[in-house]
Every structure is written in structure tokens, then in C-alpha cells.
């Protein structure tokens, strides 16, 4: 299995810049469910030993049908309910986001080379992929108006944080990241239904809209 | 400790059980279990006290940081008896003045009431700088809610904010200094901070911070400004309690760290000293001018935490300058007057929530003539008068006696500036002294003498048996520590050994001394109540069957005199505000009636707090202006918000790592 984690990687940094210039939303949302179907194939990859253990296999499972499933149908649904425009509008244009993300992946690999932790051994990789998704997540929270897509950019960060924590796991640990995995989806669910109330009050959901609720 | 334990969860479930019963056990179950729990306190403290057991309990608690340890010392004992002993008048006065309030207030204010007192003792007993922050945070904003209790009064909301916000201010001086101090010894434990701190190189910022922290609490000038406001915008158990319990904390706090820190250098008992001084002179001159009987008594918390901190500072200049008596005496006498003050000020503070609820007020100008009208609570409140003014044989006078002497010797043992320290210490606690007079002068005689100036005061009656009883306690707990002050001396010595850092045998030596001059004090002074039994017995002999009337005081031949005539609180004070002069902080306001047929005149003395003018009203002032400036910064555009959090996280990461 661990033949398959230097592609596996290779692929997710390609998602978050993906992710970073895709210009509609269905996409956007598409590749949000590529990016968790990859997590989950890297659990079962990264997982120490020959072959995974039971409880990885649980932890995959659980992650492929929630990040690469569930979520993606969720936000589908919220995008058509609220019939949203089909264009993602950024902030900023699409090639300076994916300049972001490039300056990303750069800062990552950085990082990835100074900071070393000690009793930790990571595939080489890792680390600039984790970071890479972290980043761009955090790109996304910043760059775009519409707050269906600060939902994806949380969540593309929040799978960078899963795979940071992918090789660490032990049997104890599953059920920590099981409940992780819960947490996230209340989570988007409870993000789901600020999006709705946000298009209530403000017969929209770009978020540059809240200044008006400052005091 | 069991017995300690079973205390502590008595008064927490009692306040828990209020809030969760109906009716009338609901109104019960929290004024009950404190009482009961403060019962068994007592109780356990004073057992601990008589055997001279100190036991100790260690339980780890799941938290990262710190550990739930307890133990007991000499000074832990000590601080917990005006805990448990307010803790048994206060909810007693409550149980009367609350009834007939509505139950969903006072089933929270019990509950809160709890958590006070439960807390106040977790801080004296904690031995982890953790828990004893946790238990402080407990302690402090607890009476925030017991404060406003009635909210909707605009004074009284605001006098909960001013507590808040300087018990806070207060709190966290004492997190830098914990934190620095547990930083350095490797565990917040307070063994380990024990260990730790004399291998500082520098121990002064950690006392300076102390000492802001705990003088706040404390009501040390120039830090005492919430004690005026919320005194009297409290219900009156709360006054007291606060004023008599809840104060020592900040005093506890002082002792404790002056044991922790080891024996430190000369000039920090110069600084309690001088501050102590400064306490004591400014809450009575600012005292003497309010015309409000619970601000009043407020300045007069400061005054005696001020006594307190003098007492402190002096024992603490007499031990490094080799004088262990002089340091014991200093040390025992300042403890004693912690417990003194919690009597009789927690007495008085009831006595003045029985003339607001029998009279309607406690602007003195709107009262006079109680006595007669209540005479119980008159009878009381004279008594914790004449405690609060060091009059013998009143405990009041032996706390204070021990001060002086304690001084004294210092003055004579002590080189140049240790001796000019002590001796303008003497000085100022004289002068003190003969103010505190004067403004319990005023409190009482302007309040339960004379004719009432109002018809509310005439129709001032005594309150009911719970809140006399409460009273009661509170007076034969004032006489009866007047009575046992040679002794206590000896109880109280190795706490003032540990306080003063002197070894026990010298403390044990100063204290037999001590008490053999107090024993012949105390006989000196009975003669004085058994006068005036002898002055009283006489009058009511002299006027036995004889007809007795009443008439108008001799009027200059002025044909319509008025209770208004009489003297008033600002013509009382006048004469000693002039002579203070400026420095004290009293202003007169005085239009003379003109012509023949004069229309207006009045004379007013206001007293507004120098402090909170000079200093804090400015600072929030500022504060405040460069909140509204700064406002520009909360744009409300959510991508920019998030924008700064990448790029600090991105920069601190770069700075770390490059």
C-alpha cells in the first residue's frame, strides 16, 4: 500500500490548486468530494504495516462516505435550494488564487524542510500535501464572496489537519478521529443552516454583506 | 479535613438544592446549608486550632496544570474563622431582611451567597497556585451577582460594574505573578514556589505585583475605590460579609506571600507600612465627610485594612531588623484586628441594614432619635462602635494596643529610617485613632441620638428576631474577644511566627510576654463597663418613682425650634475637615443667609472619592477614547478578518522557523 502514497499526495496538491481556480461552483464542489476521497485512500495508505489493520478500514470507509459523499450531495442540495449562481466570484482573479496557491505549496515545502518533529517519521510528501490543503482552504476563506465556498475552503483545511494526523494513527487514536470526523460533519451541517438564514436576512450569501452588522 | 470537606459541600449544596427546590424549602435550603456548613467549619477550624493539627490533601484532578491540594497552617486557621464566623450571622440577618423579596432573586442570590463563602474558604485553604486562582475567580465574581441584587437601581448597577471591573483589574496582577513565579519553580505548588522564590535573582516585582493584587481585594489605598460603591449598593449581610470576610482575602494573600517569598528585604515592610498608613488616614478623612451611614462604615473597611497592612509592615521591618517580640506583637496584633474587624464591622453593617429597613434611609441628615425607637439595634450598634474605635475592653483596643507596643519596641530597637518608620506609624495609628472617634461619633450620635429630622425616623422600629440574633452574635463575639485577648495572643503567635518568619521559641517567649501585659491591661480596664453599669444602675435608682416628662431643649428664646436644628453631618464634620485642610479631599459648599430676612442658606460637605477622581476616572476615560478610535479596526468584512489570521499565522511561522 505505501507504493501508492507519493501519487496519492502528488494528486491532492493538484486538487487544492484546482480547487483554487475552478470558476463554477458545482465543480468547486466536486472537487471538495475528490480531495476526501483521496484522504480516505491515503488512510489506508499511510496506515503502518503490510496490510491495514480493521479500524483503518473502519476510519476510510467512515471518511469516504462523509467527505467524499455526503458532503458534496449536502452543499449540492444547499447550492440548488437557494438557487445560487453558478460562478464561484472571487475577490481576487482566478490566476492570482492560483498564484496563492502556488505560494502555498511553496511556503509548505518550506515549512515542511525546517520544522522537524522529533520521534515523527513522515513520508516524505506529507507534510507540503497537508499544508498545501491548509493553506489553500485558508486562501479560499479569504478570496471568495460567496459563503457556500468559505464551507468548502473550511473544509479543504480541515482535511489538511486530518492528514497531518493520517500517519500517527493508532488503534487508540480511530476513535479520537472518528469523533473529529463527527464534530465536522455537525460542523457543515450547522454551517449549512447559517448559509440558509444568511440568505434570508440578506437575500444573499456574499459575506461581504455582514460589515453591516457591525455596532 | 473531613470534617472541613463535609463543610464546604453542606454550604454548596444548600445554595445548589435553592436553586433547584420551589417555595418556601427553596428560600431555606441555601441561608441553611450555609449556616450549617459554617457551623461545622467553625467547628473543624477551631478542633485544628486546639490540637495544632495541620493535615494536608493532594488530589490530582485531570486538569494539564496544577493539582487540588489543600492544607492547613497556622495562618489558613486563622483566615477561616471570620469566613465561617460572618458565614453564621450573615445568612442568619439574610433570612429575615430577604423574606419578603421575590423567591426566584433570592433563591440565586443564596446560591451565589454559596459560592462566596465556599470559595473564600478554598482560598485559604489551597496550596496550588492553580486552584488558588481558580478558587480566587470564585471568590471575586460571586458577590459581582450578589452586589446588583437590586438591579433595578441604576447606582446599584453601576457599583457592580466598578466591583467588577477592579476585582478584575486586581486578579490579574495576581496571574502574572503566579505565572512568573510557577514559571521559575517548574510547578505552580505552592512547596515548590516556597523552594523557588529565594533562588530568584529579583523577588521584588513578584511582591510589588502581590501586593497590587491582594491590596485591591484588601481595600488598600490607593486601590480601595470599590469599596465605597458597592458597600452600600449591596444588602446589607453582603455589606458585611464582604467587608468582613471576603476583605481578608486580599489581607490572607499579603501574609501568604510574604511567607512564601521568604524573608525579604527591609524596605518591603516600609512600603506595607507607609501604605497601611496611607489607608488609614485617607478612609477616615474621606470617611468623616460622607453623610451616608454605609459609606461610611465602607472608609472605615479601608481604615482598618489599612491598620491591618501597618501592622504587617511593621512586624515585618521589626523582624529584619533582629527584634522578634516587637515583630511578633506587630504580627499577632494586626492578625487579631483582622478578626476583630470582621466582627464588629460585620456588626455594624448589620446594625445599619436594620436602620435602613426600620427607617427607610441611611443618609444620616434624614435620621436621629433611633435610639429610642429601636433601642435593641441601638444598644448593638453602640457596641460595635465602641469596638471599631479601640474603646476597651472591647476586642478592638487589644488588636490595636498590640500594634503600639509592637511599634514601640521597633521604634526603640530599630537604626534611622526604622525607627523614624515605626515612630511615624505610632504617630499616624494615633491620629487614626482619635478620627475613628470622631467619625463613629458622628455615625452614632447623629443617627441614634437626638430628635429624628424626618418622620420616616420616627417611625423607625426595631427588626425581627433573626436579624437581631445575627446582631447578637456578632456583639458577644466583640466583647467576648475582648475578654479572651490575653490569650489569643498565645493562639495567634504561631501564625505571627510564620507571618514574620521568626523562630518559634522567640515567638513563644514574645507571646507569654505579651499576654501577661495584656492581662493586667484588661483588668485595668473593666473598671470602665462596670462604671458605667454603676452610672446606669444609679440614674434608674435617682429617677425610681418619679415622674419623668419630656420638653424642648433650652431655645436661646427662638420661638419655633425643628429637629433640623440640630447638629447635622456636615456641621459635624466641618471643624475637623478645616483642620485637615485641603488634603484630605473634603469640600464645603456654604451659602450664608444674608439680610434681615434671610431666604436660603446651607452648608454641604461632600467628600468624592480623591482616588477615583484623580486616577481611575481619567484612565477609563482614555481607555474608553481609544476603544471608540480603534472601532475602525472592526470593519465587519469577514475575508479581511480571516486574511490577518493567515497572515500572522504565516509570519510567526516564518519567524520561528527562519
Known sequence: ?215 | MELFLCALVLILAGGSLGLVLRGRTGRLAGPLGILAGSGLGLVAVLRLLARQEYPRLDLAWGLPVGSFSLGFDPLTLLFLLPCFGLGLACPLYGLGALAHEPERKVRSHWFFFSLLVAGLALVAVARDGFCFLLAWEVMSLSPFFLVSFADEKLEVREAAWTYLVASHLGVLALVAMFAWLAGAAGSTHFDALAWAAPQLAHTWPLFLLALAGFGAKAGLAPLHVWLPEAHPAAPSHVSAFMSGALITAGMYGVARILVLLGPGPAWWGGLLLGLGLLSALLGLAQGLAQGQMKRLLAYSSVENAGIVFLGLGAAHLAARGGLAPAALLAAAGALLHVLNHALFKGLLFLGAGAVLHGAGTVEISSLGGLLKRMPRTGALFLAGTAALAALPPFNGFFSELLIYLGLGQAGMGLRSAGSLAAWGGMAGLALAGGLALAALAKAFGLAFLGEPRTPAATRAHDPGRAELAAMLLLALGCAGMGLAAPWLVTVLAPAAAQVAHLPGMAALDAARDAQSLLRTVLVAALPLPVLGLFLWALRRRLLAGRPVGSSPTWDCGYARPAATMQYGPASFADPLASALGPASGIQHDLARPQGLFPRRAWHRVAAPDLVLDAVFRPAFGAALWAAEHLKWLQHGRIPLYVLSILAALVAVLAWVLA
Open chain 1, 1 to 215: 500500500m505505501h507504493a501508492f502514497v507519493e501519487p496519492l499526495m502528488v494528486l491532492l496538491v493538484l486538487v487544492n490548486l484546482g480547487l483554487l481556480s475552478v470558476r463554477r461552483m458545482a465543480w468547486c464542489i466536486r472537487l471538495a468530494g475528490v480531495q476526501g476521497a483521496l484522504l480516505g485512500l491515503a488512510i489506508l495508505a499511510l496506515a503502518p504495516g503490510a496490510e491495514p489493520e480493521p479500524h483503518v478500514w473502519y476510519l476510510a470507509a467512515a471518511v469516504l462516505a462523509i467527505k467524499a459523499l455526503a458532503f458534496p450531495m449536502f452543499l449540492r442540495r444547499t447550492m440548488r435550494t437557494l438557487h445560487l449562481r453558478a460562478w464561484v466570484e472571487p475577490y481576487i482573479g482566478y490566476g492570482l488564487s492560483l498564484l496563492a496557491g502556488l505560494a502555498a505549496l511553496l511556503f509548505s515545502l518550506w515549512l515542511g524542510s525546517r520544522l522537524a518533529i522529533p520521534g515523527l517519521h513522515l513520508p516524505p510528501l506529507l507534510f507540503p500535501a497537508a499544508f498545501t490543503a491548509f493553506f489553500g482552504g485558508l486562501t479560499m476563506l479569504v478570496s471568495r464572496k460567496k459563503a457556500l465556498t468559505q464551507v468548502v475552503g473550511f473544509l479543504a483545511m480541515e482535511n489538511g489537519i486530518f492528514l497531518f494526523g493520517a500517519p500517527t494513527l493508532a488503534w487508540g487514536s480511530t476513535w479520537m478521529e472518528l469523533a473529529v470526523l463527527l464534530d465536522v460533519l455537525v460542523a457543515v451541517f450547522v454551517m449549512g443552516i447559517v448559509v440558509h438564514r444568511i440568505d434570508r436576512t440578506f437575500d444573499s450569501i456574499d459575506v461581504g454583506l455582514f460589515c453591516s452588522l457591525r455596532d
